[in-house]
Structures are given as structure tokens and as C-alpha cells.
Nanobody, 123 residues
């Protein structure tokens, strides 16, 4: 599956932003999906995942602020980011084809990545 992420930009602290990731080339509805982020000097980390059935999981740092959703008809996964903080500044990547185990999304070496979209939160 090919992924195209969009929606990043500059946002003030406590503002909102919605990221989108459009998929093509595969059966989107058959893929679990995830959003990851990588801040400068840090490892890439899972932000949120969504299963084919719509179950979700979130990193503790974003619970209650971010919402992941998917629209299978549009082959798109979204990340609604509310009450953003400067520490949310990172390049955000969408990922497809991971595993859903005990309520958590796990990427795999065979999964697909979008190109990344930069989110910068100003204080």
C-alpha cells in the first residue's frame, strides 16, 4: 500500500490540527493503521493505532487530546490533534500493515510508511 500524509504545519500551543493519510494500491480496509512521530534527536514512537474493526490505542502522552479515525470509503486515516503542546513538535508518519495485538498497534518490517508531515507547535 502507498501512503500520502498531509496536514502538518505550524500551530500555537493549545490549538488544533488534523493530519490525513491517504492510501492507494491495496485493500485499505484490510489494514490496521498507525500514526508515529519522530522528534529531533529522538526515536520514532507510536502515537496512535486503529484496527480494521475501529478499535484504537494511544500513547499515554496524547490520550484525551488526540483522536485517530479511519474512513474506509475514502481510504484515509486521520489524526485529530487537540490541545497541542510544544512537545508534540515532530515529523508525523502514517504506517500501514502492522499487527493488532491485545489492543495495541505494532509496526512490522513489511509495513508501509508515508513520507512524513512536519508539525511544529509554538509556545
Amino acid at each position: 500500500v502507498q501512503l500520502q500524509a498531509s496536514g502538518g504545519g505550524l500551530v500555537q500551543a493549545w490549538g488544533s490540527l488534523t493530519l490525513s493519510c491517504a492510501a492507494s494500491g491495496s485493500i485499505f480496509s484490510a489494514n490496521h493503521m498507525g500514526w508515529y512521530r519522530q522528534a529531533p534527536g529522538k526515536q520514532r514512537e507510536l502515537v496512535a493505532g486503529i484496527s480494521t474493526g475501529g478499535s484504537t490505542n494511544y500513547a499515554d502522552s496524547v490520550k484525551g487530546r488526540f483522536t485517530i479515525s479511519r474512513d474506509n470509503a475514502k481510504k484515509t486515516v486521520y489524526l485529530q490533534m487537540n490541545s497541542v503542546k510544544p512537545e508534540d513538535t515532530a515529523v508525523y508518519y502514517c504506517n500501514a500493515g502492522g499487527l493488532w495485538i491485545r489492543g495495541t498497534y505494532y509496526k512490522t518490517p513489511l509495513g508501509s510508511w508515508g513520507q512524513g508531515t512536519l508539525v511544529t507547535v509554538s509556545s
